[in-house]
């Protein structure tokens, strides 16, 4: 059993006090912000007729089930924690419709469709994640962790019984099976090749397995089964950019489906097997499309300045039934006719205060490296800016920023800060070989990206250069660590890290399995590449950091460890580096309790206010003093 560690709270060298001339932008507040709700993982029922969907409110992240057309959303589960949104699992549909199958508290829950108490199969399926139905709507496939190494197993839906399916070296997730019933195709990501991701077939009535689509250093995922279940189409990594691709079940005709310059990012089958609905990359706007499966030509759905995702087709396939965000739009599920391109917007996840607020729509900044490598990002422009700008790397490092809904950078642009959101070599949607610029060049390149972010703004002339800040989280605040470590020219007035590392080594040695797999999958092991984990690990260069800096950490992460910010901060104690240091019990990888969520949010404020505000700033939040009479110099 783990021993709670308390939480913890230092500081050094600068006044932990609110600025007194400084105010909240108008109509804006940090308990305003720290209310916001998320719907996610949507599931449409096998006969149209309703939605399922997690919805993350009041500090935990139930089940809801809604009229596919709209209407009151009934809650299905009760007690299911808060999680972040990006490792949760959508509740499964049994094929008859009557049930419901998703994760809770590490254990597969299943509960009537039409509202009950949801029951937990027993062991040993603890820490089952992603139950798939099979077409009888009473056996499941699950994953269990036998040594924290997952595989895959059928059970039925009282949990009476345990059938493993897989037991190669390596992990296996996603597991679809066929229309027949007869296999199931998933993923396997071999011991041996952390850069490889091959599509297996298991034999349900023999038992055997086989190898469909793979290759060495080759990622083939996302398998999905046509409707009549002659072609398995999947995502590959086979070019330069991720494409769909097809195969028949004994592993001929394998041929690309679509050649597009940028990334799919996800897709469906329409009921009648003749088209794909495609989620495209193109630069952080994430459009949909439809393509034919006979032509491959391919049809805009919807575009925009916006995010799409979670595509699902109607029985009759009339309407694709969406996840929508942007900028300026909170998630939330829509439903779009396929034949007009109408748009119905079904649910409302959060408060209406939210929609009155001022927000800014990004616009993509393109500015060049040291080396000359273009780097894309976006820039949030404020309509009254204060001279101040931030850089705010994203985590990852595999991902990207795109035009999500950011709500604490639409709070920090009305202030008056500008926000720039580099997209540095590593991120995604570039191609690969930009996101494999960053294997084996952690705090190197991307560091230098980010650099040149903060000189790309200094050049801007509403911004003063000497007001520039750096935040992040997870990979974003190892980075903001890493620059300020490796800034001779002390671009930075202050940084922010948020659950962040800055020594790769211990680290690598503390956390949980699939980030220590994914931290050698980039940068190899410690003992092959001792001198990569070093070099990268901004520990060893505390001595050079000059800007004060706050760091923020979860006493629950396993991500990031959250001894990696108790080292840095004794490192900064030892060489009397100004600094804060406060971390929180319970929270994981990504603050979920509002307290805490209100906590960090008002530290972070407090910290640029002070750092990157000077008293006589002219913003939209400044509270005018009594007694103040301002006069014309001569």
Known sequence: MRVPVPEKYERNGWPSVDRPDLAPPEGWSLPLIASVNRVYQSRLSPDGGRIAFVWNREEQADIYVMPAKGGWPSRVSFTRPSTPYWWDRAPQWSPDGKWLAFRMKGHVHIVDSRGGIPEKLPAPLDASASPIWMPDSNQLIVTIRPDEIPHLALTDREGTFVRVLTRDAGEDSDPRPSPDGTMVAYVHWPDDDRNRRDIRLVDLVSGATRVLVGAPKMKDWFPRWSPDGKWLAFLSQRSDFNQVWLVRPDGSDLHPFTNLGTNVEEFSWSPDGTRLALVVNRRGRLDLASAALGSGRIEEVKTGRGVYSRPQWSPDGAYLYVEYEDPLAPPDIHRIDVATGRVKQLTFSNPPALATRPMV??????????????????LYKPKHPNGAALVHPHGGPTEQFGYTWEILIQYLAAKGYTVLCPNYRGSTGYGLAFEHANYNNWGMGDVQDCLHAAKFLA?????????????????GGYLTV??????????????????????????????????RLYTEMQIGHPSDNWEVFVDASSIHQVANIQA???LLHGLEDEVVVPQASEELAEALKRHNKTFEYKTYAGEPHGFQKRETVLDASARLERFLDWYLLPPSVPSPMRMELPNVVEEDEE
């Open 459 to 475: 050049e801007m002339p509403e911004i003063d250069p000497a007001r520039l800040g750096i935040y992040g989280s997870s990979y």
């Open 361 to 378: 729509m990004p616009e993509e900044a393109v500015y060049k490296s040291y080396d000359g490598l273009e780097i894309a990002g976006l």
């Open 482 to 515: 890493a620059c300020l470590a490796r800034d001779p020219e002390f671009l930075f007035a202050c940084g922010i890290s948020q659950y962040g590392d800055a020594s790769l080594v211990s680290s690598w040695a503390q956390c949980d399995r699939n980030t």
């Open 548 to 550: 004060p800096l706050l």
